[in-house]
């Protein structure tokens, strides 16, 4: 597809579960990006990957949250351990540029932690 | 510590009637000022990129403009069509994330 493609677009765990977000952002861009967005606030930072090394990680709320790119293509977020704070929308955007400030959205992963 | 402000929270207007969007900001090593629309369900969509003071840029009924301290998005005569959430964010120095505000919510009616 033309644009970036999250999946699945809707999660329920159950507390405690483990869970793993996917990403596939759009061919050739070098620039990737994990934000958290909560209900009624704008996107806050997770984490940043240009190409498959992950450069700054220091948005992740804690050690139960953990991202990976591996061939500098496809990215997959992954919570252990669920809590029910973690209950959010989660975005991934890519950027042709290192840096990336102009960032291409997915429509998020919605995740609801019961 | 580098943050940003978005006024108002919530806006309402009929369909015409041109108003504008404010961002107040401080940060310390400015490298962009960006402006995202964001429909319910959707993520957010890029706008415009603005970098020093006294720029402006436009695209159809939505002129972004900054100062020193704060931008502004104006929508002149905006359409049903406009509404949607508005987000304003930043680049600085320090790191290559945008930090976004809150977002002004939209509502255009006919």
């Known amino acids: 597809g033309a644009g970036v493609s999250q999946s699945p677009r809707y999660k329920v765990a159950k507390r405690g579960q483990d869970v793993a977000l996917r990403c596939d952002p759009i061919s050739g861009h070098v620039s990737l990006f994990w934000y958290q967005q909560a209900l009624g606030q704008g996107p806050e930072f997770l984490t940043y990957f240009q190409n498959e090394a992950q450069l700054d990680k220091s948005g992740l709320p804690s050690d139960r949250f953990f991202a990976e790119r591996p061939e500098g293509s496809v990215s997959t977020l992954k919570i252990q351990r669920t809590q029910q704070e973690d209950s959010a929308v989660y975005l991934c955007?890519?950027?042709?540029?290192?840096?990336?400030?102009?960032?291409?959205f997915g429509s998020g992963t919605q995740l609801s932690v019961l | 510590e580098d943050q940003v402000t978005q006024s108002p929270e919530a806006l309402r207007l009929q369909e015409g009637e041109s108003s504008s969007l404010n961002c107040s900001y401080t940060v310390s090593g400015l490298r962009g000022l960006f402006w995202y629309r964001q429909d319910p369900g959707k993520g957010p969509e890029f706008l415009f990129t603005?970098?020093?003071a006294g720029e402006e840029k436009e695209k159809e009924r939505l002129k972004a403009t900054l100062t020193k301290k704060e931008s502004f998005l104006h929508i002149t005569a905006p359409k049903p069509e406009d509404s949607a959430t508005y987000l304003c964010a930043f680049s600085n120095q320090a790191g290559t994330a945008l930090i976004f505000g809150k977002g002004t919510t939209l509502s255009v009616s006919s």
């Open positions: 603005l970098y020093s």
């Open positions: 955007a890519s950027s042709p540029t290192a840096g990336g400030e102009k960032l291409f």
